[in-house]
C-alpha cells in the first residue's frame, strides 16, 4: 500500500468521525437508543452493574487479559526480538503494542477533559445531570461539585485498540479474522456498558473509529516507506 492510500484512509475515517459525531450533536438519537435499556417503571437498566458474572467476563477480566496481552507483546518485543518469529513480524507487533497503549489513553484523556453524562447520570434516566451533549454547556443554575468522565467509551477502547492486529498478519483471510474478532470485541463491551447504563451508543461508535484512526497514525509512522509492502486495506 502506497503512503497516499494510508493518506486517503486517514482523511476518510476523520472525515466519518466528524459526521458520526455532528449526527449524534444534533439528535437524539442516543436518548432515543438508550431508552430501549431502561425500565422506566421499575427505574432500573437491562443489566446490573454489580452482577457478579457478566461483570467478570466482559468488564473485570477482560481488561486483565488485555493488559496480559499487551505484557505478552512488550515482552517478545524486548527479550525475544532476535528470534526469526519476531524479525518478521517485528513491526506489526510494535504497531500492535503503541496502539494497545495509546488509543485507550488517549480515550481516557478524553474521559477526563470533555466532562460529559453517562446515560445513568440524566435526570431522565434516574440521575441529576440534565441532556447535556459534547459540546453543550452547562445551565448557569446547574451545581457541579466535579468533572464527569462519560464521553468516549473507555472500556470498549481496549478490544478496539486490537484491531491493529490486522497489520500484524500477511494473509488477507488472517487480517480480516482479527479485524472482525477485535470489532466484536469491542462493541460487545461496547455493548455491555450501554445496557448497565453507563454509555451512549455515539460513546462506542467514537471509540471505534478514533481508534481505527490512531492505528492508521501509527502504521503511517512505523512503517513510513516500507508501507506500500502492507496488504491492501
Not at 61 to 69: H, V
Amino acid at each position: 500500500m502506497m503512503q497516499e492510500k494510508i493518506n486517503k484512509q486517514i482523511a476518510i475515517t476523520t472525515i466519518f468521525l466528524i459526521v458520526v459525531i455532528c449526527i449524534f450533536e444534533f439528535t437524539n438519537l442516543d436518548i432515543f437508543i438508550q431508552s430501549f435499556f431502561y425500565d422506566f417503571n421499575t427505574k432500573t437498566w437491562l443489566i446490573d452493574k454489580n452482577e457478579p458474572i457478566l461483570k467478570l467476563f466482559f468488564y473485570d477480566g477482560f481488561k486483565k487479559i488485555f493488559i496480559f496481552f499487551s505484557i505478552l507483546v512488550l515482552i517478545s518485543l524486548i527479550f525475544f526480538r532476535k528470534t526469526n518469529l519476531i524479525k518478521e513480524y517485528k513491526k506489526g507487533l510494535l504497531i500492535v503494542l503503541l496502539s494497545t497503549i495509546f488509543i485507550p489513553t488517549i480515550v481516557v484523556s478524553l474521559k477526563n477533559n470533555t466532562n460529559t453524562p453517562c446515560p445513568c447520570n440524566l435526570a431522565i434516566f434516574g440521575g441529576d445531570y440534565p441532556n447535556i451533549k459534547l459540546f453543550d454547556s452547562y445551565p448557569k443554575d446547574f451545581i457541579q461539585e466535579s468533572k464527569i468522565k462519560c464521553w468516549p467509551a473507555g472500556h470498549a477502547s481496549m478490544g478496539f485498540s486490537l484491531m491493529a492486529l490486522f497489520f500484524l498478519f500477511k494473509t488477507a483471510s488472517n487480517q480480516k479474522k482479527a479485524l472482525i474478532i477485535s470489532i466484536i470485541l469491542g462493541c460487545v463491551t461496547g455493548a455491555y456498558k450501554m445496557l448497565l447504563g453507563d454509555h451512549f451508543l455515539s460513546h462506542t461508535l467514537v471509540t471505534m473509529i478514533l481508534a481505527w484512526l490512531i492505528i492508521l497514525i501509527i502504521v503511517k509512522i512505523i512503517k513510513g516507506k516500507d508501507f506500500e509492502k502492507s496488504t491492501k486495506i
